[in-house]
Structures are given as C-alpha cells and as structure tokens.
C-alpha cells in the first residue's frame, strides 16, 4: 500500500512518459483542506486524509490531484475532492482562484521545508466547506474530523506528508482561526 | 422613500449622538455581494438591491450595515444579509475575513471615487453565496439577480449608489470572472 | 509611561467626546508589522516596537494608529510608520490596501482572543517592508529586529499586548515565511 | 521576430521534448505586471511591454516565463524581470507569493477568455512596484509606462497577446485603482 494517489489517468501520457516529464519539468498540482463551517463561516473542524504510508506508518494528508493537460483548476479541484471524500460530501468551491498560499515541493534541496521525493510540484492550495458526509475511498483508510486546535497541535502537524503541516498553520490563519 | 438602510438599532447611541459622532468619526460596514455559484463555484448570478432613493430614481445597492459597538463582523454580515435578503436566503458567510476590498467612503472631496453625504465611512467588502430563496424586505423594491456580464455594463454600474459600480468590477475581478 | 500611542490629534473630538464615542462605536484602526526583504522578496526581519507599560514590563506591539476623519487608510498607515520608526525608514506602503488579516479587539467578552480594554475596534492589518533605518520614537524604548523565528517563537508572542502575537503567526504565514 | 520570449534553457530538455511535453502536461508560468508607485503606495503607472508579432502587428505583453525545474517562483519572477526590464529596474519582489490572480491559458476551447496556441498554462500573476530604470531588452521593442486609466482604456486592452487585457483589469482591481 502506498500513501500516494494512484494516478490513473496520467493525461495523455504513458507512466514512463510521466516520470520522465517529472524529473524535467514542475507539475501543477491543487490541495484542498476540507473544513466545516458554523452559520457564521467559522471553521469548527478540519477534515484531514489519514492512511499508511508504506512502510506501514500512519499519516496525514490533504486532498491533493495534478491538473491534467486541458482540465481546468475547477474540475481539478471537484474530480479530486469527490474521489478522495465520496459522492455526497457536498464540497463548496471557493469563489476565487486565489489560493490561500502556493506551495513549492521539490524532490532535494528544498527552500520551503516541502518535499515529494517523486518531482518537483506547484500546488495552489484552498480551504473547501463540506456540507455532506465524508466516506473513506478505497486506499485511504480515514477522513479524521477534528478542531482546528487538534489540527495544529505538534503530534498531528509532524505527521504530514512531505511537510504539509505548515499549510495547516498558514490555512487556519487565512481563516482567522484563533490559534 | 430614502435609498438608506434605516438604522433602528444605533447602538447604545441617541440619534442625534449618532449624527454627531457621524461627523467627526469615520464608522465602520461592511457590504456584500450576493452571488448564486455553480457546482464548481463559478458566479452565475449578481443579486443586487433594487429600490427608490428619495428623489424617485431607481438605485441599485449592495448588502450593507454599519457595525455596532460590541459586535462582530460575521454577526453584522449575517444581520443585514438576512434584513435584506430574507429568512430563506441561506448565505455562506467567508470562511476568511479578509475582504476581497477595503472601500473607503467620504462625504466630500473624495480620492477614492466612493460618496456617502452621510459620513466618512470604512467598509470591508465580501461576496456571499446564496443558496435559498431571495426575499424583497420592506424598503427594498426588489432584489435584482442578473448575470455577471449584465451587472458589469456601463447601464448597471452607473446607477449605482455612492460610486459602488466599481465595487462590482472588483469583486468580478477578485471572483476571476472573465469580462 | 504608557504603552499606549498618545492621541495628540483627536480628530475634531475632545478627549471627553473620544472616550464617550470609543464607549459606544468600533474604532477603525491600521497595523503594520515593519519587515526587512531579501531581494527576492522574502522575510529576513521582522521590527517589534518595544517598549515598557504601565506597570513597567517591557511588551512588544505592532506600528497602530487610528484612522481619524476623512484620512485615508494610506495616509494613516504612513502618519503612523513615520511616527513609530523615525523619519528615515523609508516603508513602501502595500499596492493594495487588501489587509493580510482583519483584527477585533473588545474591551471585554473577546471571541477573537484580541483585547483592547480602552474600546473595540477593527484593524486592518499589514506587512510593510521597510529599506532604511529606524530610530526609536521619544515613548518606544526600541524598535527590536528579528528573524521571523525569533518573533514567532512562544518567549515572544506572549509578550505582545492584547494578544497581538497570533498576528505575528498570521502574517508570517501569508508572507510563506517556512515555521 | 516573434512575440514569445525564446526560451533559451528549456531546463534539461531538449527542444523536441519541451515540444512533446508542452503537448501533454500544463506548464507553469509566472507574470507579473510592472508599476510605479507614488510615497503612499498608490499605482501612478503601468509598465507594458510593446513589441511586434510574426505578422508585423505590435502587441502589448506582461513580462511573463515558464518556471524551470528545481526553480523557485521567487528566481523566476527575478530572473524574467531583469530579462525583460534590464539590470537597472530595481524591482520590488512580493512578500507574499499569493498571486492576485491564477490565469489558465488553453490553446483551444478556452474557457477563461485566455489562450496560448502553444501550450496550456498555468500563470500566477503579480503585480511588480518597479523604483529603477527600464530598459527594453534585445527582442522587446520597448517598456510602454503609461497611466492605469490609458492601461485600462480598450484602445489598449484589446491589443494585448491571448487576452491578457483582462489580467490589467483583475491587477488594478486588486490594488484598487479607481477606474
């Protein structure tokens, strides 16, 4: 079992096309942190991917996808959200591209503490509301509802993939949770 | 008929305090723009308010309200998105407080282009998503939907109150929608 | 001393009118966290006014000052930059007056954790890089330069008045500083 | 003469293969437009690059270029607007890397109003306060500084390459310039 998503539709690419292209060129990627909203907007949990990673240690990540050649940002973001929380989770889409940060990943040497041992990715990252009900999809073993304190407390933040326990902090201070 | 919000509750003030502080204090709003957004969190539809000022002219106008001493911002958006929207509107207040822009308004000799011969007011400006149904309030005639492209032409954003046309073409702008 | 900024221009208001006004409406206010860039535009100091209370525990705190009537925000974050670092510190204002965060301080009954006890207030809150030097006004006993480490590291943000040390978090986290 | 930039280190691909990715996989690309700001932080003028296309026609552009593997966004941006304004222009890079706007470029069937006959892509867009002189560089005709009203005039925005007249809009609206 892997901690990454299979990419099953590499995009007009055979999977040894896409490796080649990404020991070359940065692949554009969207991550969404699911949240739930009080009628006032106000995050009171985050929803946060939670499976074992191949070694057999258990870890957190974020709903995560690469856009595809000719996929917009948008249908990025939906097919990705709907494969990763299930069919009646109901996410909202953010009303602007505008990311609440951009995230760099590279594979060695990386400036911004964030690393993907497969490539060097750019992902634009966004909070998404979820109004429905979230179901494990077949290679993730949870969705784990929490407070945002639980989320940015230090034994969940170290447990993220690839340093994404930063984007933690920097999602609930766009949010203005007070932290 | 006054193309003015009323303001019933002036916040442990008398209304001739609230005259007086009007003249010496800039006050605080904040304003929103109704939205009704695909499944991919596109804007489909502008709500604007739609009613008479006092010299019989048609004006169009955005969810507003001043806040009071002692309240918050998602209070007051959620109070006055539900005076002038209605009870079944079901708004989705931001997730961020961080407007899409700050606009500044004075009762004279303006830089920014916005007026309000009231006062010199700060209002922090959201987009909100609405989901229910729209309902005209009392002294409101309507509440306008049209798309985005219509509520961006010169015959729109010129009949606004106060300047707020411009406020429409940078929520589109923010809202990346393409005109 | 105070650790309060004096309000020598109270803006067409005797200090009576002032403190019955700040007893009954929200105050709007700016704040800026001065920082030092690298080249490319990123973080390398953050600048900390520094400066003893009443009781004489020295406490850290942003450049603030209140938005006086028919000022601009621009005006007023300028009036106060020059105030707090001296007239030599060359800040460049932000092209866009969109805030990283937009603070609530209550005098009491806080739900955002920011408290002001003199009255409520909104502020808006910006980084404001600056290129010369900074010379410690008459009341501030300093302006201290840190790495962004530094300043959000727990001995630090504790010691800001009114909780201002989640803004710290806040902007650091807009900025993409790596904590 | 050709109104692309060359891409003179296609980034340990050759052309062929930069030909056959751009073929299958989005590109990422950074833009930025160039301004002068007054003391107060206010955009005084915008700086468009000018230059003439295959067909002999002069186009307006924004300096723009394709993120290499392994480089970070900030070196992009730095290393595109020294090419295209020269060594002199002392630009001020963002402190935060969150774009104004996120541009999708399609080579056909554009469903943002933005195309690339070459390729897919995605652009993060800044906008750049430049303190310096400009210089055109070899293959760019000229650096046109003119005022956002003159940018924003259609005279101008419809003589841009691949529709990115609505990115002058979005990057004035966003630093809410009164237009």
Redesign the interface.
């Given at each position: 079992m892997t901690v990454r998503t299979p990419d099953p539709d590499p995009?007009?690419?055979t999977n040894s096309?896409l490796a080649s292209?990404r020991?070359?060129?940065?692949?554009?990627y969207v991550e969404a942190l699911p949240?739930r909203?009080d009628?006032?907007?106000?995050?009171v949990e985050v929803g946060l991917l939670y499976r074992a990673d191949e070694a057999g240690n258990f870890r957190y990540s974020f709903v995560s996808g690469r856009?595809?050649?000719?996929h917009?940002?948008?249908?990025t973001?939906?097919t990705h959200l709907e494969k990763d929380l299930g069919p009646l989770a109901m996410p909202?889409?953010?009303?602007?591209?505008?990311?609440?940060?951009?995230a760099?990943y590279?594979p060695y040497?990386s400036?911004?503490?964030l690393t993907d041992d497969r490539q060097?990715a750019?992902a634009?990252c966004y909070?998404v509301?979820v109004r429905g009900d979230t179901q494990p999809r077949q290679d993730a073993l949870d969705v784990a509802w929490m407070t945002p304190e639980q989320a940015l407390s230090p034994e969940i933040t170290t447990e993220f993939e690839g340093g994404r326990g930063?984007l933690v902090?920097?999602a609930m201070?766009?949010?203005?949770w007070?932290?």
């Open positions: 995009g007009w690419l096309e292209a020991a070359r060129l940065p692949m554009v949240v909203l009628d006032h907007g106000r995050v856009v595809l050649y000719m917009s940002i948008r249908e973001l939906m909202q889409l953010p009303t602007s591209l505008v990311p609440f940060t951009v760099e590279f040497a400036s911004s503490g060097h750019v634009l909070v509301p930063k902090t920097q201070a766009w949010a203005n007070g932290f």
